[in-house]
């Protein structure tokens, strides 16, 4: 990938149910080793936009690309790239926590899928659950491997879905530090969210994402624009 | 932990709101605007994408195949079920035997049907459809309601765990879905299969054996070739609604074909004897289809993968706990359009009565599965009766209760929807049995309107159609009241003794439940019957069926959720402990 290439390029992209826009259109580019924050009030369309990137909601209007490619989640290179941690809720009953990351870690040809899976579940205070089935999980807990999971495999973009949900302060901390380092890296992290302090720790930028008209601002102007009353 | 800033620059810049600079490297370039919606060069291929930018773990081994991974889930469900090879044979042995006996029950009650059923050769027909054209009807019926559900369940989906946790990996999806592009198309045709083969054995019963079981197999591979062709249609993008619309017209279309069928004295002799040839084509032709889905399943997208296995483990769900109403929800939400609907003024609405009556009726027109349901369900007697050799008590009987219990249960969409989430009834200045008598209103109307085409039919059938109308209008309220009823039962009660059926051991509290609403549509059809019986409306038999409908009207707006019986004897227990305590 040349330095120039955006992992991310959404041009007027507009998204939305059955042909009918849940927002105004937005436009932003992700550049590698970067982060870019979606931000907007409740039901404004940021996982709205996230599904557009990840394919899994045909856009209404404009493009998108990934890598300069078309988005198209039924191709093995774009699954091999692209990491997401959307709501999903879903797990297999029988399968326990670290069950879930070796399948998902092996899935993708990690070597040495043991130290990795290790490494992450202490990460993200889970080691004690390893043998534990979802069902016996806290909600946070279940946030946790799923955000275990995103990590576990190689990408180059790495998208999340309010990933600042359920998780305690101390998480929300770990949390950042590790899209941080992610950036250092070289991955690039697109992710909606709601909060100040993830935004501020971890985003480069921010699209603010409304009915009226979608704008690109500054990590000031947008943990500005999270404040109560403002949006 | 002091948190860093982000990096990028302008990272904690203000004023830049409004379009950003041309030089930022999160902006959109004017090239990029430009090019935006038109065709460009041929676009890059994801094989020759630059490797990931961040990797985990000390390298990479090649990606395991699907079916490694497929296998790898089940062994760890099978071990973590603790179910011994000896169980598992159990369940399949005590399945096939179910299914045996339910066959065979099904058989036998046909083979009944058969010899109740009046004895008009096919040459001495006067007018009318033959009941071999009748059950050819059968056979369309069945072809569209496989192509309609089938379509409506995916068929081919990835639900909960296996969307969130399978479909991300970067593996062949075709090795993860083969299981479940197959399950369908093999029930389609279990199911299209043996209803055939009851109607050819059971119903006409001319041909032997060897017929019943080429008929059969010829129903069984066409309901899985549709199944397959649905699948089709779902790796080519077309949408599931579609799909299923076809289905529903399908389904429109055979009474109405009967119908055309005895205006223009088309009429069957026999069902076709399918030669065991073209039986093996046709076998040979399904086994295509399904290779050719197998290597289009990597083309089906995630978003409908994920929605298909929503819906089917809804629908799944709703089977196992014998929930029809959450199945009827599945599979009515499965294909309705995601696009917002024309918001309504509701200038009807004049109070909190009519608002109700108003919703229900929005909610009726705006599902038009049930609008075709309602329409053939109201055909299902006409064509008995044009039937010669279904046209007796007994068939006219049948085709009374069966096809105004499926009309009754397209009615009450409004009150199953509000008896799901009833927070909305919960904000109108209306008790709940105010609430439960608007909800009549919906169902009365369109019952009213089945009872006039049913009836007329059959009043025209006995030679006096007014008394018959009558009697119709007379007994729309049981119908309204059922649809009620079984909309408002509980949940089904798995506590308490079981009882033997055809289908297993229920717990008498599942009967009890699952018998809401049935109990009040026969038992309040009982006048009808009569009179069906002896060939003509008895004014005494009206009377009581007028009273009938009063008592069925009063039952299925009521808010008790408890039985009568429970009632007696809750009040029993009191009494007797009132009585202790006084001694």
């Known amino acids: 990938m040349s330095k120039q290439q955006p992992v991310v390029r959404a041009v007027d992209l507009l998204v939305g149910y059955g042909g009918e826009p849940v927002c105004a259109p937005v436009s932003f580019t992700l550049p590698p080793g970067r982060a870019l924050a979606l931000v907007g009030a409740n039901g404004s369309g940021k996982s709205t936009v996230l599904r557009a990137v990840l394919g899994l909601l045909e856009p209404v209007g404009g493009r998108v690309e990934v890598l300069g490619r078309a988005v198209d989640e039924r191709e093995t290179g774009f699954r091999t790239r692209v990491s997401s941690v959307l709501d999903d809720d879903a797990y297999f009953p029988a399968l326990t926590v670290a069950e879930h990351l070796y399948l998902t870690a092996r899935g993708h040809g990690v070597q040495g899928a043991d130290a990795v899976v290790e490494e992450l579940l202490t990460e993200f205070g889970l080691t004690d659950h390893a043998a534990a089935l979802p069902v016996a999980l806290s909600s946070g807990q279940r946030r ?88 | 932990m002091s948190r860093q800033r982000g990096g990028g620059p302008d990272a904690g810049g203000r004023g830049d709101a409004v379009d950003a600079p041309a030089q930022d490297e999160f902006a959109v370039t004017s090239a990029d605007r430009a090019t935006a919606g038109t065709p460009g060069p041929a676009p890059a291929a994801w094989d020759d994408a630059p490797a990931p930018a961040v990797r985990t773990g000390s390298g990479s081994t090649p990606v395991p195949g699907a079916p490694s991974i497929r296998r790898y889930t089940a062994a760890v469900a099978r071990r973590r079920s603790g179910a011994a090879l000896g169980e598992v044979l159990g369940d399949v042995y005590y399945a096939v035997l179910m299914l045996a006996v339910a066959f065979g029950v099904a058989l036998g009650v046909a083979g009944q049907l058969r010899s109740a059923l009046p004895h008009v050769p096919d040459h001495a027909l006067p007018t009318g459809i033959s009941l071999p054209t009748v059950v050819a009807v059968v056979a369309v019926v069945v072809a569209g309601t496989v192509l309609s559900i089938g379509a409506r369940l995916g068929p081919v989906g990835a639900g909960g765990a296996e969307a969130t946790w399978w479909l991300a990996l970067p593996v062949d999806r075709r090795g993860l879905l083969r299981p479940a592009s197959l399950r369908l198309p093999v029930v389609a045709g279990l199911v299209g299969g043996a209803v055939l083969a009851v109607l050819d054995g059971g119903l006409l019963a001319d041909h032997g054996l060897g017929h019943v079981l080429r008929l059969g197999g010829t129903a069984a591979l066409v309901c899985a070739a549709l199944v397959l062709l649905a699948g089709h249609l779902q790796s080519r993008g077309v949408p599931r609604r579609t799909t299923a619309a076809a289905g529903d017209l399908v389904i429109a279309a055979a009474p109405l074909l009967a119908l ?46 994920r929605e298909s296995g929503s819906v089917a483990t809804q629908a799944a769900g709703a089977v196992v706990s014998l929930d029809s109403r959450e199945l009827g929800r599945a599979l009515t939400d499965s294909a309705a359009r995601p696009r917002r609907r024309r918001v309504r003024r509701m200038r009807l609405v004049r109070g909190p009565v009519s608002a109700v009556v108003v919703a229900d009726l929005t909610v009726l027109l705006r599902s038009p599965r049930h609008l075709v349901q309602l329409v053939v369900s109201a055909l299902v007697p006409v064509v008995v009766v044009i039937t010669p050799q279904l046209a007796g008590p007994l068939g006219v009987v049948v085709a009374v209760l069966v096809s105004g219990y499926v009309g009754m249960l397209a009615t009450g969409e409004g009150a199953r929807r509000a008896e799901m989430a009833p927070v909305v009834d919960r904000l109108l200045p209306l008790s709940a049995r105010s609430v439960r008598r608007a909800r009549l209103v919906v169902p009365g109307v369109a019952m009213v309107l089945w009872s006039v085409a049913a009836f007329a039919a059959i009043g025209r059938w006995e030679g006096d159609v007014l008394p018959w109308l009558l009697l119709g209008l007379a007994s729309a309220p049981v119908w309204a ?96 402990a009132d009585k202790r305590r006084r001694a």
């Open chain 1, 144 to 231: 946790r491997l799923l955000l275990a999971a995103g990590l576990v495999r190689p990408r180059s973009l790495l998208v999340l879905d309010e990933p600042e949900q359920r998780l305690d302060v101390a998480m929300r901390d770990h949390l950042a530090e590790r899209l941080v380092a992610e950036k250092q890296a070289g991955g690039s992290v697109l992710l909606a969210t709601h909060d100040p302090e993830l935004l501020r720790a971890v985003a480069d930028r921010a699209v603010l994402v409304a009915d009226d008209a979608s704008r690109l601002l500054g990590v000031g102007d947008a943990v500005d624009a999270l404040r109560p009353g403002v949006l």
């Open chain 2, 260 to 305: 055309l069928a005895a205006l223009a004295g088309w009429r069957l002799a026999a069902l076709p004897d399918v030669p065991v040839w073209l039986l093996a084509v046709l076998a040979v032709a399904v086994a295509g289809l399904g290779w050719w889905l197998d290597t289009r399943l990597g083309r089906i997208r995630g978003r409908d993968l």
């Open chain 2, 481 to 576: 009241a059922a649809a009620l009823r079984a909309a408002y039962r509980p949940a089904p009660n798995w506590e308490g003794p079981l009882i033997a059926t055809p289908a297993g051991a229920l717990p008498a509290g599942v009967m009890g439940v699952l018998s809401r609403g049935p109990d009040v549509a026969v038992l309040g059809s009982v006048p009808v019957i009569i009179c069906v019986v002896l060939g003509t409306v008895v004014p005494a038999v009206l009377v009581v069926q007028v009273a009938v409908s009063a008592i069925a009207v009063a039952v299925g707006t009521s808010t008790s959720t408890t039985t009568m019986m429970d009632r007696l004897s809750e009040a029993t227990e009191a009494a007797e």
